[in-house]
Every structure is written in C-alpha cells, then in structure tokens.
C-alpha cells in the first residue's frame, strides 16, 4: 500500500509563505503523475497543482498561478508545495494525491492514493 505523508507549516499571514511537504513512502512513484488539492471550510475540494513527475513541470489552478510552486527531491521521494504571497481565500485543508501512471490530471477521481491532508490557515 503507498503511502503519501504529509508534513509542513499551517499557519501563515497574508503576504508570507508556507511550504508542504508530500513524502511518497514508494520509491516507483517518483515517476507517476502528483497533485495537490484542497478544500475550503464549506467549500467543494478543488484542485491547486499537479506534475506528471516528481521533478517536472507543473499545471497551476488559476487562483494560484504566479502565487504557488511545485517541486521535488528526487531523491528523498518528496513533493513540495510552496506557497508564496498566501492570501485569506488559501485558507484551506490542502491534500497532496497520487496517480498510478504519468498521465497529469486536474481531477481528483483520477488519483488513487492520498495524504490525509494539513490544515493551512491564513490569517492576520
């Protein structure tokens, strides 16, 4: 069974950053397709980047393109997300998932396995 762990700072103020960590406990998966998700407080879970690998580049929803960034450590099995410029709507649960092949997807029936998710709030 994969598993995807889930690590990093959850609490930030407009303007700064936070980074998420995604560790895959599955070394093969560093070449199947990422994504990262989340979910609002009453809201329907959306989607906020993905990768086709760990490594390569990165489609970004539109409410965080130029804001948010992802990246990889080959290495180490880990999948970050780096989120720069935080505003109060980033206030979420944030999920990283994982697909059984490369093929990128923007929607989260497409991925299998999933971290159990980090609560980032954003406040002043």
């Known amino acids: 069974q994969v598993q995807l762990v889930q690590s990093g700072e959850n609490l930030g103020q407009p303007g700064g950053s936070l980074t998420l960590s995604c560790a895959v406990s599955?070394?093969?998966?560093?070449?199947?397709?990422m994504g990262w998700f989340r979910q609002a407080p009453g809201k329907a879970q959306e989607f906020v980047a993905a990768v086709s690998w760990i490594g390569s580049g990165a489609v970004l929803a539109d409410s965080v393109k130029g804001r948010f960034t992802v990246s990889g450590d080959n290495a180490k099995n880990i999948l970050y997300l780096q989120m720069n410029n935080l505003k109060l709507e980033d206030t979420a649960v944030y999920y990283c998932?994982?697909?059984?092949?490369?093929?990128?997807?923007?929607?989260?029936?497409?991925?299998?396995?999933w971290g159990k998710g980090t609560l980032v709030t954003v406040s002043s």
């Open positions: 998932a994982a697909r059984v092949d490369k093929i990128l997807s923007l929607f989260a029936s497409d991925y299998r396995y």
């Open positions: 599955d070394p093969t998966f560093i070449n199947k397709a």
